[in-house]
């Protein structure tokens, strides 16, 4: 068990003024067996009004619409974590797991990740657990980390099919060979302990608990992680969601600290 | 026949409809088609008692297929009794994961259905479609009515006919029965669009406002009418005229600009109804089609009263062997298309194309479906003033307020090819008014 603080800043700056903007974002940590969140605060540049709400799979997002005139749009939200508090996530929502049994999107397998899965996969016999950390070691043995050799539209297969990604395509190739497995997987955004960007990673269900892995770092998920959202593919996690008016071009900047508190 | 006289004034009323823009547009591998929709003025006549076994039928599957909708998007029952499989559902182009657990006012999904349907040279009706997203139509038959009676008086004085005008009292009900306080405003994609004509001439029957989405915003978490000089009225039901993809840009497709950002997320708090509600696409597609039967006895306990074309789905063993055995009989049908597209009959390919489908048949079994080729009946239509036979379909309207209301007339809809069988107005098809008789 960890008690971490951890901050998440985003700033976008614009070539010309934006006259509004509506916004979603969607990186709020909740509680959850495995983690506690405290103090949560959320600073958001020009100052505005904002809605709670849920996505259908129950993340915690806020929505809103900024009408100020502004050239850049700031976003922080700072709390506390305690991790590692279970192994796993219970599954209560038995309905929702369902969903994540089903090839989807992104992390739909094609013929370069079929022809792997049955090479180096298919014959694995273990059970759930030892089966899913035993084809993450395989994809990372077989997979490269390379940053900027994809994008967020890059599929799985595709990835898969030029060797290198980033933890996106890790966590797409991984939900895609254990989809093929017949066991239900879902991608998870977070955070992990350190400064840089957010994170992805796999849950898997196995005898109605959800355990984490990390294929990017091949390992099982513990208490360095804090886990904002899940869903079926990267896109379903989206942290943020906007559309302008005016505004130009646009930089985006992310920033992520976690330390331990 | 008491009414020779109106196929006089064919033309007349012809020329009346595209005076009143009455045309239909379709958008097909993102262009834009427009056409007009000929009328046919020798109608569908359906007896009283044959339309009150329609509409018990019809009734009974629009309950379902809502039913069917709220259970997908809350508890999965019909998936866990194992009634139909998972795949059918979750990987469907029409599931949207962003409805779960988001429950519409008063729990109905799909307030405004269109249901195809054909009459068989076995006397016998069978349901081809289920529309449950935006089926669009009904303002044709009443738009013809109003303008054959205007020409042939008599025609309606002498026959025995149920007025088809009330649709727009059953609209309204069904709006005001989910509406969460405020207008009734029907969106449309805007005047360029060519059902243009459908949504004011709905909005001006109903009394609702006739908006785009630029004339809508969401303050806090309520919509609200923009009026044109800036104040602000609160929007209680909308009958929205796009798709479900762009409804709303902060919610589905990002690029859409006719949409109203965040829409969405107001209905989720119950703070606005929209009609029909999005994600209806995962109970009309073709592949669902195959199971709305066995949907009417699991939800309702009943046999259904309406049958389905017989129909094959590849994805089981004993069907994909039935298909491939009777291969030219069969037609097939890609379950991720629509308007007539994406059908085609086995007996109408050459060998090289049978060969290829038949491979991506095995490779995506999923994707299609299978039909016997129902031989339905041809109705009359005029061609240089003289009457042919040709295929035609119905499609009806059941409207969900506080109980289902079928309307009781419809768009009869013919293809003008001798040789087709494909009626959607969409691959140049006209229509015909649907009579149906009160005694």
């Keep these: 068990m960890k008690k971490l603080h951890f901050t998440y800043e985003m700033q976008i700056d614009y070539s010309s003024q934006v006259n509004s903007c509506n916004f979603t974002i969607k990186c709020i940590p909740a509680d959850t067996l495995r983690q506690k969140i405290d103090n949560i605060k959320i600073n958001m540049y020009p100052e505005t009004d904002y809605q709670w709400g849920k996505d259908g799979f129950k993340n915690l997002q806020i929505w809103g619409k900024e009408d100020k005139p502004h050239k850049s749009f700031r976003f922080r939200i700072e709390g506390d974590a305690q991790t590692g508090l279970s192994e796993f996530e219970e599954c209560e929502d038995t309905d929702l797991s369902m969903v994540f049994s089903c090839p989807h999107g992104l992390n739909k397998a094609g013929e370069t990740i079929r022809n792997f899965f049955d090479k180096k996969i298919n014959n694995i016999d273990a059970c759930t657990y030892d089966k899913v950390i035993a084809v993450t070691k395989l994809l990372f043995e077989a997979f490269k980390y390379q940053s900027g050799s994809t994008n967020v539209n890059t599929t799985a297969e595709e990835a898969f099919s030029q060797g290198c990604g980033v933890c996106q395509d890790y966590s797409h190739i991984l939900i895609a060979l254990l989809h093929l497995l017949g066991i239900t997987a879902r991608y998870v955004t977070g955070f992990i302990i350190g400064e840089g960007e957010s994170h992805a990673w796999v849950e898997f269900l196995d005898d109605g608990k959800w355990y984490g892995i990390d294929p990017t770092n091949n390992t099982p998920v513990n208490d360095d992680y804090i886990k904002i959202g899940h869903g079926r593919d990267a896109r379903d996690c989206t942290i943020n969601r906007g559309i302008m008016q005016g505004g130009g071009l646009h930089t985006q900047t992310v920033s992520v600290n976690v330390r331990e508190a | ?50 339309y009150a076994y329609l509409e018990k039928g019809l009734k009974q599957r629009v309950l379902a297929l809502n039913m069917f909708l709220k259970d997908i998007y809350s508890k999965k029952q019909i998936v866990k009794d194992g009634v139909i499989p998972k ?38 009706w069978y349901i081809l479609e289920d529309n449950l997203r935006v089926p669009s139509g009904a303002s044709y038959p009443m738009i013809a009515r109003e303008l054959c009676r205007r020409s042939s008086p008599g025609t309606f004085t002498d026959l025995k006919i149920e007025d088809n005008r009330n649709y727009a009292k059953l609209l309204k009900r069904t709006f005001d029965n989910v509406n969460t306080g405020g207008l009734n405003v029907i969106l449309t994609p805007g005047r360029y669009n060519a059902a243009y004509f459908e949504h004011s001439f709905l909005a001006e029957q109903t009394g609702a406002q006739l908006v785009n989405g630029s004339e809508l915003t969401v303050k806090d978490d309520m919509l609200y009418f923009v009026t044109a000089d800036g104040k602000y009225e ?24 006719i949409g109203i950002p965040h829409i969405y997320d107001v209905f989720k708090k119950g703070n606005v109804a ?63 298309e629509a308007g007539g597209y994406g059908v085609v009959f086995g007996n109408k390919m050459t060998a090289q194309q049978k060969e290829d489908f038949i491979a991506l048949l095995k490779a995506e079994p999923r994707r299609f479906i299978a039909q016997e080729v129902i031989d339905f009946q041809d109705l009359d239509i005029l061609e240089d003033g003289k009457p042919v036979p040709r295929k035609a379909d119905l499609r009806a309207f059941v409207l969900m307020a506080d109980e289902p209301l079928v309307w009781k007339s419809g768009l009869t809809r013919f293809s003008r090819n001798p040789d087709s069988f494909i009626v959607n107005s969409s691959q140049g098809g006209g229509f015909k008014d649907t009579w149906v008789l009160s005694q």
């Design chain 2, 1 to 50: 026949m008491n009414h020779l006289e109106l196929l006089e004034h064919t033309d007349t009323v012809n020329e009346l409809l595209a005076r009143y823009g009455v045309k239909f547009g379709i958008y097909k591998n993102n262009t834009f088609k427009e056409q007009l929709f000929p009328f046919d003025a020798i109608p569908r006549i359906i007896e009283a008692d044959e």
């Design chain 2, 87 to 124: 795949d059918f559902i979750f990987a469907s182009s029409g599931y949207m994961a962003e409805c779960e657990g988001v429950v519409p006012p008063k729990d109905i999904y799909s307030h405004i259905s269109g249901i195809d349907l054909v009459k068989g040279k076995d006397n016998v």
């Design chain 2, 234 to 257: 609160k929007v209680g039901a909308v009958y929205r005229r796009i798709s479900d993809e762009y409804l709303d840009p902060m919610n589905f497709n990002p690029e859409s600009l």
């Design chain 2, 274 to 336: 929209l009609l029909n509600a999005p994600g209806n696409g995962v109970a009309d597609d073709k592949g669902i089609y195959y199971f709305v039967p066995k949907m009417i006895k699991y939800y309702l306990g009943e046999e259904p009263v309406l049958s389905n074309a017989p129909t094959y789905l590849p994805f089981y063993e004993d069907d994909m062997k039935y298909v491939l055995d009777n291969f030219d009989n069969l037609v097939l049908k890609d379950v991720a």
